[in-house]
């Protein structure tokens, strides 16, 4: 099954600048396994050492954050779109 990725700016540099790549899988686990064979290097930038999902990324399928889901196991329909979210800090 093929996913829509959105890609947030800073991950870019590892899609060649494409802002939506598409990826194959039932799950999201398997949706980013696909999205590092075509991409090494973004899966470590969206889970960490544990493999859980970073504390400041947010990561949706549809419009489901998958947190509240069922993590990396949460289902991905066939042209589901799936946005990768960085936390954005600042202010003075």
């Known amino acids: 099954m093929s996913a829509s990725v959105r890609v947030p ?4 540099t590892y899609t060649g600048d494409a802002a939506e790549v598409s ?9 980013l396994d696909d999205l590092e064979a075509n991409y ?3 899966r470590a930038r969206i889970l960490d050492d544990s493999g859980k999902v970073r504390r400041f990324v947010n990561v949706y399928v549809g419009d489901e ?3 509240f889901e069922q993590g990396l196991q949460t289902a991905v329909a066939d042209g589901a779109q799936v ?4 936390a954005v800090a600042g202010g003075c």
Request: hydrophobic fraction near 45%.
């Open 40 to 42: 090494p290097g973004i």
């Open 65 to 67: 954050d998958v947190r």
């Open 9 to 12: 700016t800073i991950l870019r």
């Open 23 to 31: 990826a194959e899988g039932t799950t999201l686990a398997e949706v």
């Open 83 to 86: 946005s990768i979210i960085p």
